[in-house]
C-alpha cells in the first residue's frame, strides 16, 4: 500500500508542476510564442471553441504571431476574442490572416506579471503540500504498517514533497528571470 501511495503523490505532483509550467508560459516575457494564445476561445459558429482548433498559430518573428484561419471568414471573430482576452495585445485583421504584435512590456507591467508568476507558484506549492496532507493521512489509515515503517514512509512522502516544491521554485526564478530581462 505505501508502494501505491507514493507513486501516486508522484504522480499528483507532477501534474501540478506541469499544470504551473503551462500556466507560467502564459505569462507575457515581451517575445512572441504560440503558448500566450492558448487561452483565448473563439465564438465559433455558437460555441466556445479553442483557437488553436480553428486556426494555425505560427510565431513569424520575436515580435510577431500570426494567426491564420481556416476559414477566411472567422478572422473578425479570432481577430474580436483576442482582443477580449486581454492579454495586452492588439491583433490586426489582414483580411485572410491576424497578426499579433508583441509589444516589450513596460517596466510596471513587468512587476505585474512577476507579481502573478508569484500567485501561480504559490498556488502551486500549496497544491503539492495537499497532495502531501493527504498521502499522509492515507498512511495514518493503514493500521497493519509498524510504526518504523509508517515514519519511513513519511519521510519519503515529505523528501518527495520538497522536490516538487524546489522545482517549482526554480521553473518560477526562470522565468521571472525572462520576464524581467530587457
Known sequence: M????????????????EAFRREAMRLRTGRAHAALLDGVRVDYYGAETPLNQIASVTVVDPRLIQVKPWERQMCPAVEKAIFAANLGVTPTNRGDVVLVPVPPPTGDRRREM?????????????????????????????????????????????????????????????????????
Open 2 to 17: 505505501e508502494e501505491q501511495i507514493l507513486a501516486d503523490l508522484e504522480t499528483a505532483l507532477a501534474a501540478t508542476l
Open 114 to 182: 512577476v507579481k502573478v508568476l508569484h500567485k501561480l507558484a504559490e498556488e502551486a506549492r500549496v497544491s503539492a503540500r495537499h497532495g502531501r496532507r493527504e498521502a499522509m493521512d492515507l498512511l495514518e489509515l493503514d493500521e497493519d504498517m509498524p510504526d518504523d515503517d509508517l515514519h519511513r514512509a513519511k519521510k519519503k512522502v515529505q523528501d518527495a514533497t520538497d522536490a516538487a516544491v524546489k522545482r517549482i521554485d526554480q521553473v518560477s526564478a526562470d522565468k521571472e528571470a525572462e520576464i524581467l530581462e530587457v
